[in-house]
C-alpha cells in the first residue's frame, strides 16, 4: 500500500463531517477568521475549535494567529490528493464495468446465435 494512506485516511476522516465539510467550501472562497468561521453554526467556540483541529491534522486548512486573530486559510494540495486518489478508484471501476458490459454483450450474442 502507498505512503500516503495515512495521509488519506486524515483527509478522509475530516471530511466526514458536515460541519468540517462546510468550513472547506467556505474556506475555498477565501480565509476566514475563526469567529467568521463559527457564525453559520449553532455551536461553543471549543467544539468549532475541535473541528478546526481535525482539519488541520488532516492538512485540509492552515491558521495562523495575528494579535488576538486566527485566520484559516485552505490548503488545497491535500484535497488534490483527495481528488486524484477518487479519480484513480473512479477509472479503475470504470474499467471493470466496461469489460463486465463487453464480457456480458459477447455471453448475449453467443445466445442468440443458431
Same mark, same amino acid.
Given at each position: 500500500?502507498?505512503?500516503?494512506?495515512?495521509?488519506?485516511?486524515?483527509?478522509?476522516?475530516?471530511?466526514?463531517?458536515?460541519?468540517?465539510?462546510?468550513?472547506?467550501?467556505?474556506?475555498?472562497?477565501?480565509p476566514a477568521?475563526?469567529?467568521?468561521?463559527?457564525?453559520?453554526?449553532?455551536?461553543?467556540?471549543?467544539?468549532?475549535?475541535?473541528?478546526? +483541529?481535525? /482539519?488541520?491534522? !488532516?492538512? %485540509?486548512? *492552515?491558521?495562523?494567529?495575528?494579535?488576538?486573530?486566527?485566520?484559516?486559510?485552505?490548503?488545497?494540495?491535500?484535497?488534490?490528493?483527495?481528488?486524484?486518489?477518487?479519480?484513480?478508484? +473512479?477509472? /479503475?471501476?470504470? !474499467?471493470? %464495468?466496461? *469489460?463486465?458490459?463487453?464480457?456480458?454483450k459477447t455471453?448475449?450474442?453467443?445466445?442468440?446465435?443458431?
Amino acid at each position: 500500500m502507498p505512503n500516503y494512506s495515512d495521509d488519506l485516511d486524515h483527509t478522509f476522516r475530516a471530511l466526514a463531517d458536515p460541519t468540517r465539510r462546510a468550513v472547506i467550501a467556505r474556506l475555498i472562497q477565501g480565509p476566514a477568521s475563526v469567529s467568521e468561521l463559527a457564525e453559520p453554526f449553532d455551536m461553543a467556540m471549543p467544539s468549532l475549535m475541535q473541528h478546526l +483541529r481535525v /482539519l488541520e491534522s !488532516g492538512g %485540509l486548512i *492552515r491558521s495562523s494567529k495575528q494579535g488576538r486573530v486566527r485566520t484559516c486559510h485552505i490548503e488545497p494540495v491535500q484535497l488534490q490528493r483527495a481528488q486524484d486518489w477518487i479519480a484513480r478508484q +473512479r477509472a /479503475l471501476w470504470e !474499467g471493470r %464495468l466496461d *469489460r463486465l458490459d463487453d464480457y456480458l454483450k459477447t455471453t448475449r450474442s453467443d445466445e442468440d446465435a443458431p
